[in-house]
């Protein structure tokens, strides 16, 4: 079952008001592009994107919009020049708050880390803006792609199901909490030349033919493992994000590796039989500073139950 599908079956029609009860402006919910968020879930749960934009010389593509993952990794082996991301504008937020505006009072929109990006003070100073007018609460996820989205889809379902702006903002923050992320790229060169990794950790990795296992915390890209070859670092990867306990739901994000991304899912249908288990692409923007044959794996740990108090 495709991530689409399997996806749709998790989200629950809401149930139908009566004829005595007023319209309920509920929560909305914003993201940026680097959520990697497939078009059909956006639109079953009314999620809004804002793309940030991936230029290849003077050409600018909004990211899910003007280019997709197939797209952009045919274009990118010839390209001239490494191609470039540019963030959303205030303003670009600013149109996008006060259309939801004219919807509801309230707007949770959760983005990339400032440690990778504008966007999050770009919306920040749009949120401003409107103060007054409606409420917006802005989130620093600390992460990107999935890790991200999955909190994106938390709150969505939330505020469908009624939840009010600080319920919405407790699930995402409780996925965010909860995710874990490795990720493995093909070569470093894209990270050095996209400014990730320096000129000597690039030349030292290449000569080495070393696979590196990455992970993301609270914006900085962090190094877990070094392996040597592709097979050890997709067992690294799957080590790395189930080591902690319980996997409630996980998903395989790959760029150009459709092959590693089944080895993937069928080790995680192997050890944690019965969990939602998606699959998706790496989008554009993500797709720039990783390179071909970037692909991650994120999951949600099974939340841990509270113990009762005594008193």
């Not at 792609?145 to 505020?159: E, P």
């Not at 874990?180 to 080495?208: F, N, Q, S, W």
């Not at 500073?289 to 794996?297: A, C, D, E, F, S």
Request: proline fraction near 6%.
């Amino acid at each position: 079952m495709s991530f689409f599908q399997r996806l749709r079956e998790r989200i629950r029609l809401p149930k139908a008001k009566g004829p005595e009860q007023a319209p309920v402006r509920s929560v909305k919910i914003v993201t940026d592009s680097t959520a990697d968020l497939p078009p059909e879930i956006v639109s079953e749960l009314g999620i809004t994107i804002v793309p940030l934009q991936v230029i290849f010389g003077d050409k600018a593509y909004r990211d899910g919009v003007d280019i997709d993952s197939e797209q952009f990794f045919r274009l990118l082996p010839n390209a001239k020049e490494l191609p470039h991301t540019s963030q959303p504008s205030t303003g670009e937020f600013q149109r996008v708050y006060e259309d939801l505006s004219t919807q509801t009072d309230h707007i949770l929109s959760i983005h990339l880390s400032a440690g990778f990006s504008g966007t999050l003070n770009a919306a920040q100073l749009a949120a401003r803006a409107l103060v007054g007018r409606c409420t917006i609460e802005v989130i620093d996820s600390g992460t990107v792609s999935m890790a991200m989205g999955f909190a994106v889809i938390a709150a969505a379902r939330a505020a469908r199901d009624g939840a009010d702006l600080e319920g919405c903002e407790v699930a995402a923050r409780s996925v965010l909490r909860r995710q874990r992320l490795a990720v493995t790229v093909d070569t470093l060169e894209y990270l050095r030349r996209g400014g990730r990794i320096g000129r000597a950790t690039a030349l030292v990795g290449g000569l080495l033919k070393l696979k590196p296992i990455l992970t993301i915390r609270e914006g900085q890209t962090f190094p877990l493992a070094r392996v040597r070859s592709r097979r050890r670092a997709l067992d690294e990867m799957l080590s790395v994000c189930l080591k902690d306990g319980e996997v409630e739901e996980a998903i395989i994000m790959d760029s150009t590796t459709p092959d590693d991304a089944r080895y993937l899912t069928d080790e995680l249908t192997r050890r944690c039989p019965g969990i939602p288990i998606y699959s998706g692409r790496i989008g554009p923007v993500i797709g720039v500073h990783g390179g071909p044959g970037l692909i991650g794996l994120a999951v949600v740990m099974a939340a841990v139950p509270a113990v009762p108090s005594l008193a």
